[in-house]
């Protein structure tokens, strides 16, 4: 079965500081890994994925095997970064559907 | 830029009413999904729709859920007996193929069930 976990629910940080959201799988395979971001009443759109290996809007994300990790860091944090942040794996079947973690809500105070 | 888009973007039913929450995915996609959020809880896949056949679907698509492109544009689901446990979120995806296969999410629709 496959899993993503993300540990934290809400996450602040200030404007500048350095920001990191975490992000751990559970897959028997080769995932291909995703972060999506919803901003607040706009849709999920694609932030970055692993195979990439792209740097979108300042943020990274490196996937580890060894620690079944994928997380997502910025090192400036700004305020408009303020939004719900998704982890989502796709298998290697046909049909790529994702598995979502719960989110983790970003909040950059001035 | 193309969109995914769904209506209606609130939808209030009674339980056991049937439902057709619609989507127009965008036009070249040929990968087209559903998805749902019950409030508070994380997105979950429903159904996988390719070449006019479900490719995959979750425990959750039961019996009472059916997908349909009926005109090779629109992209439907249909609850044929709400209950009050499908109050959620519903949102619709397409994506191409290859490499390409980047998955875009419509807005999503509101589905009430008193």
């Known amino acids: ?7 934290e629910k809400l996450l602040s940080v200030f404007k500048g500081a350095p920001v990191e959201l975490k992000c751990n799988y559970s897959y028997s395979g080769s995932p291909e890994l995703f972060w999506y971001v919803q901003y607040s ?3 999920l759109q694609l932030l970055l994925r692993h195979i990439s290996r792209e740097s979108i809007k300042g943020f990274t994300a490196d996937l580890n095997k060894g620690e079944t990790s994928f997380h997502l860091k910025k090192p400036f944090a700004q305020e408009e970064d303020s939004a719900m942040y998704y982890c989502a794996l796709s298998g290697r079947g046909s049909a790529r559907q994702l598995t979502f973690g719960s989110g983790t809500q ?4 001035p | 830029e193309p969109e995914v888009t769904q209506t209606p973007s609130h939808q209030v039913t009674q339980m056991g009413q049937e439902v057709i929450l619609r989507c127009v995915p965008i036009s070249n996609h040929l990968y087209f999904y559903w998805y749902r959020q019950i409030l508070g809880q ?3 896949f429903l159904v996988s729709f390719y070449n006019n056949e479900i490719s995959e679907k979750s425990e959750i ?3 009472q859920f059916s997908v349909e492109r009926p005109d090779g544009s629109n ?3 249909k609850i044929r007996s709400t209950k009050l446990e499908d109050s959620a979120m519903y949102f619709c995806a397409s994506s191409g193929q ?3 296969y980047e998955q875009y999410f ?9």
């Open chain 2, 61 to 63: 698509f039961d019996d």
């Open chain 1, 106 to 109: 970003l909040t950059v105070l």
């Open chain 2, 42 to 44: 994380k997105v979950e």
């Open chain 2, 98 to 100: 290859g490499v390409t």
């Open chain 2, 75 to 77: 992209f439907t689901l």
């Open chain 1, 41 to 43: 009443r706009q849709r």
């Open chain 2, 106 to 114: 419509g807005p999503g629709t509101r589905l009430t069930v008193t």
């Open chain 1, 1 to 7: 079965a496959q899993r993503v976990t993300q540990p």
